[in-house]
């Protein structure tokens, strides 16, 4: 499956983003799902993932009640809602897809497929 995210930018702190991942193939809806970040010079963090079906989802503790994931397996696309967004959000947000079932694996060891990331700048 080939990945591309879309949807980023710049936006004040308090605004909203919605990022987009567009997959190619016909096994989407065989995969989980899941977003990272990459800010300058950390490490990449996992943000949420949503199992097959997008009902069960897991967020990191950080955007926990202001980012909601889904997907629309139809669409073959996973979203990424981002609400009351803060400075410390920005990064490189990046859309992931995993051949397991494991949607609770917050490492991207667990993720076989990569988008090419799209930039996130949250101004104060």
């Known amino acids: 499956v080939q990945l591309q995210a879309s949807g980023g930018g710049l936006v004040q702190t308090g605004g909203s983003l919605r990022l987009s991942c567009a997959a190619s193939g016909r096994t989407f809806s065989t995969y989980v799902m899941g977003w990272f970040r990459q800010a300058p010079g950390k490490e990449r963090e996992f943000v949420s993932a949503l199992n097959r079906s997008g009902v069960r989802k897991n967020y990191s503790d950080s955007v926990q009640g202001r980012f909601t994931i889904s997907r629309d397996n139809a669409k073959n696309t996973v979203y990424l809602q981002m609400n009351s967004l803060k400075p410390e959000d920005t990064a490189v947000y990046f859309c992931?897809?995993?051949?397991?079932?494991?949607?609770?694996?917050?490492?991207?060891?667990?993720?076989?497929?990569w988008g090419q990331g799209t930039q996130v700048t949250v101004s104060s």
């Open positions: 992931a897809a995993s051949p397991t079932t494991n949607f609770y694996n917050r490492s991207p060891t667990g993720y076989s497929h």
